[in-house]
């Protein structure tokens, strides 16, 4: 997002934030719809590593076409945004399975059944700053 001509400093400030409300926005039905597949799958279906892998793709590409149609413009070629953003999300979702791989089965997560839902808040928020600031690298090219 590049400041506009005769754009205040505070106009700038008040679109970056509507932008950045919007891609929370887009973020968080994603990560919804990754946890309620999750649990549904964890529980009844697959392993916890295998469940994380399936939920945590269709989130992504659910996050994609909500942050294209809703929340971007896009500007350049939409295949090219598409491999740009999967490629950094797929590394989200390996470091998701390493995570959960790592602590996923501990037993003191079985103890209480509510304690299962703490590893994957973990993980979901070890791989949401990873995607923050690898996919502003790739839309910007900076970090900070």
Request: charged residues 20%.
């Amino acid at each position: 997002m590049e400041k506009q001509k005769n754009e205040t400093p505070g106009d700038f400030s008040k679109r970056l934030l509507a932008l950045m409300g919007k891609f929370a926005s887009a973020s968080v039905l994603a990560t919804l719809i990754d946890f309620v597949l999750f649990f549904i799958l964890a529980d009844n279906f697959f392993s916890k590593k295998n469940a994380t892998t399936i939920s945590r793709s269709i989130g992504m590409l659910i996050n994609f076409l909500m942050q294209k149609k809703f929340v971007f413009q896009t500007n350049r070629n939409v295949w090219t945004i598409f491999l740009l953003t999967m490629l950094v999300s797929l590394g989200g979702l390996w470091l998701g399975r390493i995570i959960m791989g790592f602590m996923g089965d501990w037993s003191i997560w079985e103890t209480y059944s509510w304690f299962k839902i703490f590893p994957k808040i973990m993980e979901t928020a070890l791989v949401f700053f990873y995607n923050f600031f690898m996919k502003r690298f790739v839309f910007e090219k900076r970090f900070l």
